[in-house]
């Protein structure tokens, strides 16, 4: 059989592109690390996070020289630490690696740092994790993007990423005694209240 040159050049293209384009797909559905919440991750009881020992004082956590780890509890709504008029800001050091373990106890939040790419849904049962590092003194602003109930519009939280010299986790210790179930009667709209 005779086959015309551009043919054969056409054929063995096509094919370096297919292989191309399943080849990354592969890579980005394996080699990149996005995964969804497996079935395997171990899930957590929503309405016994007074029972956890991650969550029922959710805090900021030095597990490392320049190592953290951040429990927060979203909930209707606000951040607990995150919402600074109801709880507590979370305050982390600069050059510091941050990990966050956020989880819900009523129904879906999102937790997300405006203006970066930290952005995870908070799932009432999981626990949403993420490693971020920060390298210099900033403010974040924390939003909720999944509509979670009256109040969705306010449920919001500030992140200060503060020079080290300024940062002691001793005196976040003592603020950690926020109290989000009596501070949750407060953040409700008065009934009739225009805008
Ligand atoms: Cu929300």
Not at 113 to 122: A, I, Q, R, Y
Not at 137 to 151: F, H, K, M, R, S
Request: charged share 25%.
């Amino acid at each position: 059989m005779n086959i015309h040159t551009y043919e054969k050049v056409w054929l063995v293209a096509a094919m370096v592109l297919i292989v191309g384009f399943i080849g990354t797909i592969a890579y980005g559905s394996t080699g990149v690390g996005i995964a969804m919440i497996s079935d395997d991750e171990e899930t957590i009881d929503p309405n016994a996070l007074d029972d956890d020992e991650r969550f029922a004082d959710p805090r900021v956590e030095q597990v490392g020289e320049n190592e953290y780890e951040v429990y927060v509890v979203a909930y209707q709504f606000g951040f607990d630490p995150g919402s600074e008029q109801i709880t507590e800001p979370i305050v982390v050091p600069e050059n510091s690696e941050v990990t966050f373990y956020v989880t819900s106890e009523d129904v879906i939040h999102s937790f997300s740092l405006v203006g970066t790419n930290v952005n995870t849904m908070v799932v009432p049962g999981e626990v949403s994790t993420m490693r971020v590092e920060f390298d210099e003194p900033a403010e974040y602003g924390i939003l909720c993007n999944e509509y979670c109930g009256a109040g969705h519009h306010s449920m919001e939280g500030m992140l200060y990423v503060v020079p080290e010299d300024e940062f002691d986790i001793d005196e976040q210790d003592d603020e950690s005694e926020g109290d989000r179930d009596e501070a949750t009667q407060n953040t409700e709209e008065p009934a009739g209240e225009d805008e």
